[in-house]
């Protein structure tokens, strides 16, 4: 392969936390816009046949699937993830990020998030009952849909 052969975007997918109405979204895109999608996870995982959609299942410590995608997302790509560590890591790489409740991360608002997740757990360490979070809408699927079919039509004109 010619190293000037541009790579094809992909999304990668924090598969261990990703609701299941937000992977099928992400499998009939795959479809429709031809895009390749990974799922990484701890566990295996069921995937429909499709030549677009892969499953990796990583072995090893709690962040073997995060280190595996933020090793391997680079410029162009999308990383689905609730993990604001990686999302900070991948976007460094030039990918895009986005949780599976729509909300974009970027280079404006990816420290704030550190910090709070970094208050939020010293809270918690100090006994505070933060509560968990809140509970998953349809609102929030199609927040997402909405961000993946911005991404893809970033693509095609990209």
Do not use: K
């Amino acid at each position: 392969m010619n190293d000037a052969t541009p790579r094809t975007a992909q999304v990668w997918v924090d598969a261990d936390a990703c609701p299941a109405a937000i992977r099928e979204i992400l499998f009939r895109a795959a479809e429709r816009a031809q895009v390749p999608v990974t799922l990484v996870a701890n566990q295996w995982l069921r995937t429909p046949p499709s030549r677009q959609v892969r499953a990796v299942q990583v072995q090893g410590g709690f962040d073997a699937a995060d280190d595996f995608i933020a090793e391997r997302a680079g410029a162009g790509d999308l990383v689905v993830t609730q993990d604001i560590p990686l999302a900070a890591r991948v976007l460094e790489r030039g990918a895009e990020a986005v949780d599976p409740r729509g909300v974009r991360y970027t280079r404006d608002t990816i420290d704030e998030r550190l910090s709070m997740r970094s208050f939020m757990e010293e809270l918690r360490g100090a006994g505070v009952q933060t509560g968990g979070p809140a509970v998953f809408h349809a609102r929030d699927r199609q927040a997402f849909a909405n961000q993946l079919d911005r991404w893809i039509a970033g693509r095609r004109h990209g």
